[in-house]
């Protein structure tokens, strides 16, 4: 009977070790970090030092020790979209997204009571007071060309500093990433507006300064035209000049050669001209027109006087 109570003893004091054993022992697994709590307090060292255990097996007073298991790896802040003014007065929507950490795990605890999306509520109001404050002071061309990088590296910089800063809660911001800048319906249609009567007004001038070109290549192609046209006329004139006065030494050579050959030859082409057309009627008379002398005369004169120095020109009527 002591025998059964004996060992009845014994199992109850194992079991009592076993589960006291079991409540003094804890492990941190690898990416967390645990503190802990001491009748709801952090547990500090001698020089006030929150202690934090890194992954591994650690002992506790049991009963009276409560481990707080906090994840020690990358955080990230979904993406966020919000209002901003610019110094134009101009709204832009911003999309932005942030990857934190959290480096100070007492201080995480007691403000933020280890719940991660609490974190992520008090950060975002930061990053969006950090941006306003940051886009405030740029024009929206400045925010969508070049300044971008500028802007979320600033906005980085002043989360990690200041007495307000995310240290304030125990977090340490690794990068601050603007998604996407888009501008309000309102905003945007302004602003096309804008830019569409801005490049109207270039076209209009560049269509301007082109006509005012064109009128200039104009006047200068007529005057070169007038003076091209002058010339030639000057120059056709004086080549018929040196025709005709090439002509009339001609006719003077051939005229003292043989007058009378020259003067019929003349009065032949006549003919032809005069009678080309079959229903021309002639009105002559032969007595009298000298003009017909080679026509109706059958004896042509020999002698070389002439009888007339030019051909007379016969009347014609249709």
Do not use: C
């Not at 403000?111 to 002071?137: C, F, H, P, Q």
């Amino acid at each position: 009977m002591q025998r059964e109570h004996k060992l009845i003893a014994g199992a109850i004091a194992l079991l009592v070790i076993i589960f006291l054993l079991f409540n003094s022992v804890f492990v941190v697994n690898e990416g967390t970090r645990a503190i802990k709590l001491r009748f709801n307090k952090v547990v500090r060292d001698g020089d006030g030092a929150v202690v934090v255990y890194q992954p591994g097996l650690h002992f506790k007073p049991p009963f009276i020790d409560n481990v707080i298991t906090l994840d020690s790896r990358l955080q990230t802040l979904d993406d966020t979209t919000d209002r901003f003014l610019t110094v134009e007065k101009k709204d832009v929507l911003i999309e932005s997204y942030a990857k934190w950490k959290v480096v100070d795990f007492g201080r995480f605890y007691t403000t933020t009571g280890g719940v991660y999306s609490r974190a992520n509520d008090l950060l975002r109001r930061k990053i969006n007071d950090r941006l306003r404050s940051e886009v405030g002071s740029q024009t929206i061309s400045d925010i969508v060309s070049g300044q971008r990088s500028e802007l979320m590296s600033q906005a980085k910089e002043s989360l990690n500093s200041g007495e307000d800063g995310a240290s304030t809660f125990g977090i340490e911001v690794i990068d601050v990433r603007v998604v996407k800048i888009e501008l309000p319906t309102e905003v945007a249609d302004s602003i096309y507006q804008r830019m569409r009567a801005e490049r109207m007004a270039v076209a209009g001038e560049h269509r301007a300064q082109g006509q005012e070109q064109a009128q200039i290549i104009m006047s200068q192609t007529d005057r070169n035209v007038t003076v091209i046209l002058s010339e030639a006329r000057l120059e056709a004139a004086k080549i018929r000049a040196q025709a005709d006065a090439q002509a009339n030494a001609i006719y003077n050579t051939t005229y003292a050669q043989n007058y009378e050959l020259f003067n019929f030859l003349q009065y032949m082409d006549a003919y032809t001209k005069s009678l080309a057309n079959s229903n021309s009627v002639l009105l002559i008379n032969p007595d009298k027109d000298s003009f017909f002398q080679y026509l109706f005369n059958d004896q042509i004169s020999k002698t070389n006087t002439p009888r007339s120095t030019q051909p007379v020109q016969p009347t014609v009527n249709p």
